[in-house]
């Protein structure tokens, strides 16, 4: 089977490519002009240049393309400029998805989020939950947005089948979830507060996105979900597989305080705060998704909490990342 892969230069998207190959896919990934690629094209992937912006250069990548895995997103918890997280989720996924249906492409796997779910405060997401009505991030909202428009497709015929992933972690992570490990186990963090969180393992996800493509229903949603913890089991068990000390838990309101001057830190020097406040926001409601359905439907198993820290903690060693 031939598919293009979006966003195939990126850490979920690598992934998925990664699974693709060992299942005997005939990979092809949509890249701007300046990524790197050198490592795809060593591995027998064609890159086709182009942007998820840019409609005509996604309907001629999809040229003789079996199914289109749409994983491109700007993926962040700090938005200096939400308006273009915001064009990247929804025109690159109405992009996407309008380039797919002019091709007559047969099936499409959509990479969205677990945040979209939007359950309330102790609640257990599924792919059933009503969304809370309001967002924690401009990340929930664009992703959100981008799924109405993938529903309207949808309505129109489309086979779209949706991935919904949780916190992925795993070996290449430098998105949130893997730079708050990597400053934590670099000392940077002078307190932490009480949260929830669900994880998964990369490879999981891009598993689950393969599964959906090969045995999913059209229209049908799928959460990648491997387990659920509270930040200080979840850290704890990140400080002691890095031979780390767990700093000292404090109040949230001063943890508010100190995302908040992180993010104006970071604006002066043009860096990445070391605490967002979207970040702040999500951990004190808490992330609870239930990953059950793809697990039932898709026979996904997913790798435990400690496989999942223990595979990321040593790639950032590696990489020299984590001292």
Same mark, same amino acid.
Request: charged share 25%; with cysteine.
């Given at each position: 089977?031939?598919?293009?892969?979006?966003?195939?230069?990126?850490?979920?998207?690598?992934?998925?490519v990664?699974?693709?190959?060992?299942?005997?896919?005939?990979?092809?990934?949509?890249?701007r002009?300046?990524?790197?690629?050198?490592?795809?094209?060593?591995?027998?992937?064609?890159?086709?240049?182009?942007d998820?912006?840019?409609?005509?250069s996604?309907?001629?990548?999809?040229?003789?393309?079996?199914?289109?895995?749409?994983?491109?997103?700007?993926?962040?918890?700090?938005? =200096?400029?939400p308006?273009?997280m915001?064009? #990247?989720? !929804?025109?690159?996924?109405?992009? $996407? +998805?309008?380039? *797919?249906?002019?091709r007559?492409?047969?099936?499409?796997v959509?990479?969205?989020?677990g945040?979209?779910?939007?359950?309330?405060?102790?609640?257990?997401?599924?792919?059933?939950?009503?969304?809370?009505?309001?967002?924690?991030s401009v990340?929930?909202?664009?992703?959100?947005?981008?799924?109405r428009?993938?529903?309207?497709?949808i309505?129109?015929?489309?086979?779209?089948?949706m991935?919904?992933?949780?916190?992925?972690?795993?070996?290449?992570?430098?998105?949130?979830?893997?730079?708050?490990?990597?400053?934590?186990?670099?000392?940077?963090? =002078?307190?932490l507060?009480?949260?929830?969180? #669900?994880? !998964?393992?990369?490879?999981?996800? $891009? +598993?689950?996105? *393969?599964?959906?493509?090969?045995?999913?229903?059209?229209?049908?949603?799928?959460?990648?979900?491997?387990?659920?913890?509270?930040v200080?089991?979840?850290l704890?068990?990140?400080?002691r597989?890095g031979?780390?000390?767990?700093?000292?838990?404090?109040?949230?309101?001063?943890a508010?305080?100190?995302?908040?001057?992180?993010?104006?830190?970071?604006?002066?020097?043009k860096?990445?705060?070391?605490?967002?406040?979207?970040?702040?926001?999500?951990?004190t409601?808490?992330?609870?998704?239930?990953?059950?359905?793809?697990?039932?439907?898709?026979?996904?198993?997913?790798?435990?909490?400690?496989? #999942?820290?223990?595979?990321?903690?040593?790639?950032?060693?590696?990489?020299?990342?984590?001292t």
């Open positions: 089977m031939k598919a293009l892969v979006t966003g195939g230069t990126g850490f979920v998207g690598g992934a998925l990664n699974e693709l190959l060992r299942r005997n896919y005939q990979v092809r990934v949509l890249a002009a300046s990524s790197r690629t050198a490592h795809l094209e060593q591995r027998g992937v064609e890159i086709a240049r182009g998820i912006l840019d409609r005509a996604i309907e001629s990548a999809l040229d003789g393309c079996e199914v289109l895995f749409h994983a491109a997103a700007i993926y962040d918890l700090w938005a =200096p400029d308006d273009v915001l064009r #990247t989720e !929804v025109d690159g996924t109405v992009n $996407a +998805l309008e380039a *797919a249906w002019q007559r492409t047969p099936r499409v959509y990479t969205s989020t945040l979209t779910v939007g359950e309330r405060r102790n609640e257990t997401g599924t792919e059933e939950t009503v969304h809370r009505g309001y967002f924690l990340y929930e909202r664009a992703k959100f947005e981008a799924e428009e993938a529903r309207r497709f309505e129109r015929g489309l086979d779209v089948r991935v919904k992933p949780s916190g992925v972690l795993g070996p290449g992570d430098l998105k949130p979830t893997g730079r708050g490990l990597i400053n934590l186990l670099n000392g940077r963090f =002078p307190m507060f009480h949260g929830t969180l #669900t994880g !998964v393992h990369v490879e999981d996800v $891009a +598993l689950v996105h *393969a599964l959906a493509a090969e045995k999913g229903q059209p229209g049908r949603e799928y959460i990648a979900a491997g387990w659920i913890s509270s200080k089991d979840w704890g068990e990140a400080c597989l031979g780390k000390r767990l700093p000292l838990f404090g109040p949230a309101i001063l508010r305080g100190f995302a908040h001057a992180s993010e104006l830190y970071a604006r002066v020097m860096s990445e705060p070391l605490l967002s406040v979207e970040t702040w926001h999500l951990l409601h808490g992330l609870r998704l239930d990953g059950s359905r793809a697990a039932r439907e898709l026979g996904v198993r997913y790798k435990t909490m400690q496989e #999942t820290l223990a595979d990321a903690i040593a790639w950032y060693r590696e990489q020299g990342l984590v």
